[in-house]
């Protein structure tokens, strides 16, 4: 694939993107059937997992009804979730970042809902208006992953989530979020309008230098892509465009403590898609070369929480419900590794 850097955006031809996919799909499918990743024999159209109801994004719009609290009232701009003892503290979800500091995850039961919050996790529930106690909180960030909701037709006519207009992502603090040369990182659709608004008018008003441009191609559990490559309507890829957010105070200089690794200019992440709705793949371990293995990581417009991470959306604990989750209490849990040593220890015995 040849690249090519004008003015700051990565131009890529059509006809070389379809190449590189398609025989870079064809080369990563080989290897993970090989290792029996991919055990599909045929393709079936799996039923989609039945959606809890979600009324997250109508508790923020209610919330905006309620005064906003000046900086001075919040001593303490994050809470605990757990309190030592074990039990759920009283928290507030709307204005301050909520902390999960326990070593396991927690069930707990927040709005009349049970919800399965994760170990070392952090999140802020609220929409563009109640964004101050994200940048209060006080953390820079090494690396922030957002996954917008784009306005399409589709979106309109499903009424799946709230689209968004792009020039309303200008109004993200990205800024004040970032560390020196964090790496920013944005799931963008197939519309070209989009990705242009990206790489020409959203990076440049935050500061952030695109990089790269990856692709994540979505594939059948037999190997297949999950729309044909040529398709007019849908394309089985979406795009990432990666980007280094340069301090406008000292746009030559940087003082972060992580040196900055370069990042590649085209990659392919192939895997099959989840059953949920628009939900995308991790990309911890994908990214950890080039943020370091201890770097703060941020996710916008979250609709689920990750371990080590801080997540922030109007649906931040969406697909956190119990419903998506089969729990094990942790002294079961125990028992059931308990049995399966005491077996690994009578097959040894047997086979002396």
């Known amino acids: 694939m040849h690249e090519s850097i004008t003015t700051g955006t990565l131009t890529v031809n059509c006809v070389q993107i379809r190449a590189v996919i398609s025989e870079g799909t064809k080369t990563l499918v080989d290897l993970a059937q090989s290792r029996e990743y991919l055990k599909g024999v045929e393709d079936s159209v799996a039923e989609p997992l039945p ?13 905006k009804e309620l005064p ?40 707990v039961r927040l709005m009349g809902e049970e919800y399965v919050i994760p170990a070392h996790t952090s999140f802020l529930l609220s929409d563009f208006t109640r964004t101050r106690p994200l940048v209060n909180y006080g953390k820079k960030f090494d690396l922030i992953v957002m996954d917008p909701p784009w306005e399409n037709k589709s979106v309109k006519r499903s009424r799946r989530y709230s689209a968004l207009p792009s020039s309303q992502l200008k109004r993200l603090p990205v800024p004040l979020l970032a560390s020196d040369n964090c790496l920013v990182v944005t799931w963008v659709t ?22 790269a441009e990856w692709f994540w191609v979505k594939v059948t559990s037999s190997g297949h892509f999950v729309f044909p490559l040529d398709s007019v309507h849908k394309k089985p890829y979406e795009v990432l465009v990666l980007g280094r957010y340069r301090s406008s105070s000292h746009p030559s200089i940087s003082f972060s403590k992580i040196p900055e690794i370069p990042v590649e200019g085209a990659r392919l992440i192939v895997s099959v898609p989840s059953a949920l709705h628009s939900q995308k793949p991790l990309l ?44 094990t209490p942790v002294q079961e849990s125990a028992e059931v590794f308990k049995n399966e040593d005491k077996k690994d220890e009578d097959k040894c015995q047997s086979s002396d």
């Open 51 to 63: 959606l809890q109801e979600c009324n997250l994004a109508a508790l923020c719009d209610m919330a």
């Open 68 to 107: 906003l609290m000046d900086d001075l009232e919040l001593e303490e701009c994050a809470q605990a979730l757990v309190a030592e003892d074990g039990g759920l503290c009283h928290v507030d979800l709307f204005s301050r970042v909520t902390e999960n500091r326990s070593d396991q995850a927690a069930v």
């Open 190 to 211: 197939n519309r070209a309008s989009h990705l242009r608004f990206v790489r020409d008018e959203l990076y440049p008003h935050w500061g952030v230098e695109v990089v």
């Open 284 to 327: 911890s371990e994908v990214l950890r070369p080039y943020v370091g293995a201890e770097a703060k990581c941020l996710e916008l417009f979250a609709r689920n929480l990750h371990p080590g991470w801080t997540s922030w959306g109007n649906e931040v604990l969406k697909f956190q419900h119990s419903s998506y989750f089969t729990v």
